[in-house]
């Protein structure tokens, strides 16, 4: 598998973005997809995940009820829905793939070069 995130930007507090992951290669349907944020000079943040089947989802208590993480297993793409955005929001975000359902980002072994995400007004 191959992941590829898109969708970043510059965006104003309060305001929403949407983030895709697309995959290549095969299988993607046997892998859960997680979502991470990296900010300069503190650890990786767990965000999201969602399961193989995309009939769980799993949330990180700084971004629940704003953001919905969800996917497509025909169109080989997952996405980050984020709304409601906040300053503290700002990072790279990582998509990245695991065998197994995990909130941990040690489980997943296929990352995506990420995208960055500025929320300033």
């Known amino acids: 598998l191959q992941l590829v995130e898109s969708g970043g930007s510059l965006v104003q507090p309060g305001g929403s973005l949407r983030l895709s992951c697309k995959v290549s290669g095969t299988l993607f349907y046997e892998f859960a997809i997680g979502w991470f944020r990296q900010v300069p000079g503190k650890d990786r943040e767990r965000i999201a995940a969602?399961?193989?089947?995309?009939?769980?989802?799993d949330y990180a208590n700084s971004v629940k009820g704003r953001f919905t993480i969800s996917r497509d297993n025909a169109a080989n793409t997952a996405w980050l829905q984020m709304d409601m955005l906040k300053p503290e929001d700002t990072g790279r975000y990582y998509c990245?793939?695991?065998?197994?359902?995990?909130?941990?980002?040690?489980?997943?072994?296929?990352w995506g070069p990420g995208t960055e995400v500025s929320v300033s007004s």
């Open positions: 969602i399961n193989s089947d995309g009939d769980y989802q």
């Open positions: 990245a793939a695991s065998r197994w359902f995990s909130r941990e980002d040690y489980d997943y072994d296929i």
